[in-house]
């Protein structure tokens, strides 16, 4: 191409931080109070776009986690499992309300803390996080005709342990439902990414909810050990790593605890000849650079037929071209900050892998800013199904790239996993595709798309993803007796 | 003199001997002996599971129609050898009237749950209204292989009540069962082998459920373990086996007898709940109106 | 130059298209947040890749040569403006553009091949294109036989098009693929491909008379028939939205999608065009605002 003088940047185009409150310091929301830790401990949660200090957050103790647990069953044996259903209802579909209202606060905050772009926060997350409270909402007063072949009841105290990829929306995943079935909540938002949850507290304490039904505390993994081995939690909800994961399991076999868990995975994502190719090419940058990658349903392993391999490879790179890494606030950043240093590190220890192992590593040679936490978008070509960065979850903008021969053969190499959660397939030809859906074991296949999510569309995984399901009908499942 | 029957076990439509080459004595209520049942060890249970794993696929995808007329077919072949049953069960102890009802009510269970095959998707399905241009639904699909230690206390009883809803449901079984009371379960297999279910898709041993429970549970091809009756110690052991590769664990405690003991949400139990999106395509603006 | 021949059976294999992930694409485009002095870049870049157009029953010498004098002096009130790229009128327009335009380097653009509709016997055609060539067009923007192309001729409509480019020769030949028409993205990317392969400098959406026009994911479906076609061969093909885009905001978004599908190579009028009617006056509106930091008003930006 000619050197031509029509290059044309986007200007910097940053989202207002001046609207959004943020106090300093955040204690622990119990019993619809503001309430102190017991270790009077508080830690930073930074900013990992500048490594910045945000607020300091409160760290719940054992004793803490009891005041809360406590707290929890008052409000459910005195207000909320006698409370009329269709009143529970107006308490959820008013707290729905009030986080629209506060939709742009919310979205800033996300971003800030989680280091997410503000693109996805605006149009995903928060907006998500909201429906997924209408949705609930609707069903607190509908349950028996949910499940009209037995008699529902709710479980009572449930303790939930959200992950620090998508703050609000997964606390809006486990709230809502909760609530919805007759249950009374404590939640530990991730230790990186307290804000929203905390803000949402504060949105719950307007909405005039009753004390104790929604508990919100902060910390880090000793708080969460403490909710999952307290005795008076009935319910243990989970989204996490697979390890954490089968520490829970652990830690409540024998008891009487009901437990649903979303763990990781290493999505397929496969692309057949016949697909419409630049939305499969669209379809995997979604399925990997999403949220920095940081989703447990990344579609991580590319599958690709080889008969239009390069051409794929080839159109990707180029689509790759047109990502913005940056400042997560800048509103035409498509790829933000890795939520902390821990995780950069985690990648980067990848990354180191993939390249021992001798595949072969693009990465967009776009500028990342000097501080906070970036990683550029990467593929590696030249896998095999045995090479460490195709088995393990990277949680980062990471994707291995496999060809294939055959559809069975890719039906093989897809399922051939401990994991299950998500899988996508790219294909104009309808039997096909319903061939590959129907046989590819995981919980969440997008076909023809990928990382779609809805209130009402149910998800959750097979095999070492977990079990249990999220959203829809079936996620009030985990909810009932 | 009579002839003992010596009691084989079941591993991928086969009746082999226990690899372990043990067998134990099966006596009446008056100590004698009633026949020789093998000892299955921990290589049956590896055996076991592999035959279940290879017959997943086959099962699954086998028409809900007609794993219905499979299920059916095994009440049918039941039935048809009801006496034979009932001499086990009284053999072992029961008396006539109790083993008759025993009988009937696994027929009758057998032909409840054949009846589910190609109802119970329906129920457990969603379409799900998503906010986009996507049609969405979601759908059972099988665990996989289960594992079920049967309810040890009967001897046909439990046994069909916990293997009838997970083979409904299109998964495979290896299931060991009652330890004191094994005859029905293996002459039950000879039923499953004339009902054209296919090889491996149940899978009988008879022996010690503690002994071989713990390599079952930790077996990392098994997806889901269904114990029934089971004392506190076993099903936490059980748990924290499944643990490393996520295994369902379902416990009932139900009275095999009654009537609520039996339910779609036998089925679910071992159901994995599959959604699956794809765009739906809007050219220009005209609708379903006309 | 002389165009190179191609056969039809050259045409390559159209990919299958998604509408639902295009426009799931078309909206990342539609999100990117242009301010400042990428905002003053990208409305200057429309501004000069206008094809100031009109086309009607009604066009009289008097209106096409006010066009034209528009087309020149599009806000005199303020200096440094570009003009636009080119006129665009009917064959028996062409002469009276000429003669208000003599050199400038607007360029004049003439619709042909019984422009919207293109029912006409070929013959017919030809003798159109070759008259507005003869009356001093530059480029010609001809019409597909859509109605062949929906039929399953597909070889057809690619030798009309080879034959108007014969007559073209080296006057750059845009070839309209009046989009609405053809009504799936799939269509629209086969129709894409046989106009590139038979030879067309520019392909464009619309005649302007049949809605829907130039909506972005069309738009976009062309520009990546461009892409691939650039990324095969390494030749390029202009490209050229018209209709329905009055706003510039929405000239944006599109500018947008040029620059992240093909780059800043294209992001000049020889390259990209819009066709359009009442565009120019809202992309003065919003420079002025741009730079004057008031929000203006329409009386003070002229209608030609």
Redesign the interface.
């Known amino acids: 191409m000619t050197d031509s003088n029509n290059k044309w940047e986007y200007a910097p185009s940053l989202e207002g931080t001046k609207h959004i409150q943020l106090k300093d310091k955040y204690d622990l929301f119990i019993d619809g109070k503001w309430v102190k830790p017991s270790s009077n401990k508080y830690f930073d949660s930074i900013n990992p776009a500048n490594e910045e200090k945000l607020a300091e957050i409160a760290w719940a103790s054992e004793s803490d986690v009891d005041l809360a647990v406590k707290a929890a069953r008052k409000a459910y044996v005195e207000v909320w499992s006698v409370m009329k259903p269709s009143e529970r209802a107006k308490y959820i579909f008013r707290i729905a309300r009030l986080m629209q209202e506060h939709a742009r606060e919310l979205a800033v905050i996300e971003t800030l803390d989680g280091g997410k772009p503000i693109r996805e926060s605006r149009d995903i997350d928060v907006p998500l996080a909201c ?1 997924h409270f209408f949705y609930y909402a609707g069903w607190a007063d509908k349950l028996q005709d949910a499940f009209p ?2 008699n529902i009841q709710s479980l009572g105290v449930a303790g939930q342990i959200i992950p620090w990829n998508f703050p609000l929306l997964m606390a809006a995943w486990k709230i809502a439902p909760a609530l919805a079935a007759g249950n009374t909540v404590v939640l530990k938002p991730a230790e990186s990414t307290s804000l929203t949850a905390l803000k949402l507290a504060e949105i719950i304490e307007a909405s005039g909810l009753p004390a104790g039904v929604v508990n919100i505390i902060t910390g880090h993994g000793d708080t969460g050990a403490a909710i999952v081995n307290h005795p008076d939690i009935d319910k243990i909800a989970f989204t996490g790593s ?1 390890a954490v ?2 520490l829970i ?2 830690a ?3 008891t009487a605890k009901k437990v649903s ?1 979303e ?1 990781g995975g290493k999505s397929a994502n496969i692309v057949l000849e016949d697909a419409p190719i630049d939305q499969a090419v669209e379809g995997i940058v979604n399925g990997i650079f999403f949220n920095q990658g940081h989703v447990c349903c990344a579609g991580s392993r590319l599958y690709v037929q080889e008969s239009i391999a390069d051409e794929l490879v080839r159109k990707l790179k180029q689509r790759m071209q047109s990502l913005y890494v940056g400042n997560p606030l800048d509103k035409n950043t498509d790829i933000g900050a890795i939520n902390s240093k821990e995780q950069l590190e985690t990648i980067e220890k990848y990354v180191k892998i993939g390249i021992n192992e001798g595949a072969e590593m693009f990465q967009v040679a776009c500028e990342i800013p000097g501080k906070g936490f970036y990683f550029r978008p990467t593929i590696f070509t030249n896998v095999a199904q045995s090479s460490v960065i195709s088995q393990e979850e990277i949680f980062g903008p990471v994707l291995t790239v496999q060809t294939f021969r055959t559809i069975d053969e890719v039906i093989q190499k897809a399922n051939n996993s ?1 994991y299950g959660l998500a899988a996508g397939v790219w294909s104009d030809k309808g039997s096909r ?1 319903f061939n590959l ?2 046989k590819l ?9 990928y990382n ?1 999510f ?7 995984g ?3 993803s ?2 249990g ?1 999220e959203g ?3 996620g009030l499942e985990a909810y009932l007796k | 003199m009579n002839v003992l029957k010596t009691y084989k076990i079941y591993i991928g439509g086969q009746f082999p001997r226990t690899e372990s080459g043990r067998t134990y004595v099966v006596k009446d209520a008056n100590g004698n002996p009633i026949a020789n049942v093998c000892q299955s060890s921990k290589k049956d249970i590896r055996n076991a599971v592999q035959a279940a794993r290879k017959a997943v696929g086959t099962w699954s995808e086998r028409s809900a129609f007609n794993r219905g007329q499979i299920l059916y077919r095994m009440a049918e072949m039941l039935a048809g050898r009801k006496t034979q049953f009932i001499e086990e069960l009284t053999q072992q102890g029961q008396s006539i009237e109790s083993a008759t009802n025993e009988i009937e009510i696994c027929i009758d269970r057998i032909v409840y749950y054949a009846g589910w095959c190609d109802k119970y998707q329906q ?1 457990l399905s ?1 379409v ?7 049609f ?1 639904f ?1 759908m059972a ?1 099988p ?2 292989v289960v594992g079920i230690v049967a309810d040890q206390d009967t001897s046909l009883l439990g046994l069909v009540s916990q293997l009838m809803p997970v083979i409904a449901g299109g998964n495979t079984v290896v299931l060991i069962a009652s330890e004191v009371l094994p005859l029905c379960s293996i002459s039950f297999a000879e039923v499953l082998e004339t009902s054209d279910l296919p090889a491996g898709v149940v899978n009988i041993l008879t022996g010690s459920a503690e002994e071989m429970l713990p390599t079952l549970a930790e077996h990392m091809d098994v ?1 889901a373990i269904f114990l029934s009756n089971a004392v ?1 110690e076993m ?2 052991s059980t ?2 086996s ?5 295994k ?1 664990v379902l416990v009932m405690d139900s009275d095999w007898s009654h009537e609520s003991a039996q ?3 036998y089925i679910s139990s071992f159901q ?13 603006g005209v609708t379903s109106s006309y | 130059m002389t165009a190179q021949k191609n056969q039809f059976s050259e045409v390559p294999f159209s990919t299958t298209i ?4 295009v ?1 799931e694409r078309i909206s990342r485009f539609q999100t990117r947040s242009i301010k400042g002095p990428s905002k003053i870049q990208g409305l200057f870049m429309v501004l000069s890749m206008i094809d100031l157009t009109t086309l009607e029953g009604k066009d009289t010498p008097n209106k096409v040569r006010q066009m034209c004098y528009k087309a020149q002096h599009l806000h005199d009130v303020y200096d440094g403006l570009p003009t636009v790229a080119a006129v665009c009128v009917y064959p028996s327009m062409v002469n009276v553009a000429r003669e208000v335009l003599k050199d400038s380097p607007i360029k004049i653009a003439s619709v042909s091949t019984a422009f919207p509709s293109g029912q006409a016997p070929f013959e017919v055609k030809k003798i159109d294109t070759q008259f507005a060539i003869d009356a001093g067009a530059d480029e010609i923007d001809m019409v597909i036989s859509r109605g062949k192309f929906l039929a399953g001729e597909h070889e057809f409509v690619f030798d009309e098009i080879a034959a108007i480019k014969e007559i073209c020769g080296s006057k750059r030949l845009k070839v309209i693929l009046e989009t609405g028409e053809l ?2 993205l799939d269509q629209v990317r086969r129709a894409s491909d046989i106009a590139i392969h038979a030879g067309a400098d520019f392909i464009k959406t619309s005649t302007g008379k049949i809605q ?1 026009a130039a909506t972005m994911q069309v738009t976009f479906t062309m520009l990546m028939a461009i892409r691939d076609h650039f990324d095969r061969t390494g030749k390029m093909v202009g490209m050229k939205p018209a209709g329905g885009i009055s706003t510039s905001k929405l000239a944006l978004h599109n500018l947008v999608m040029v620059n992240e599908i093909l780059g800043e190579a294209w992001l000049t009028n020889e390259w990209f065009r819009f066709g359009a009617s009442s565009l120019a006056n809202d992309v003065l509106m919003q420079y002025m605002k741009q730079v004057t930091g008031k929000y203006q008003s329409a009386d003070y930006f002229t209608i030609d």
């Open positions: 429906n072949h037995r697979t994961g089968k399991q652990k409540v076999a024998g868990l763990l401990p595709i859906t129907s074991r995981a919980g969440v296949i997008w076909a023809n798309t779609k809805d209130p009402a569309s149910p998800f959750g097979y095999k070492e977990g079990f399901r829809g009908l079936h | 129920i969603s799900n209204p998503v906010n986009s241009s996507h969405n979601s699909e665990t996989g997806n506190t099903v936490k748990q924290l499944a643990v490393d590769n996520l369902r339910g779609i949400r994995e709940i599959k959604t699956t999106w794809h765009p739906i395509e809007q050219i220009g | 998604d509408k639902v992930g426009e009504a799936t829907p």
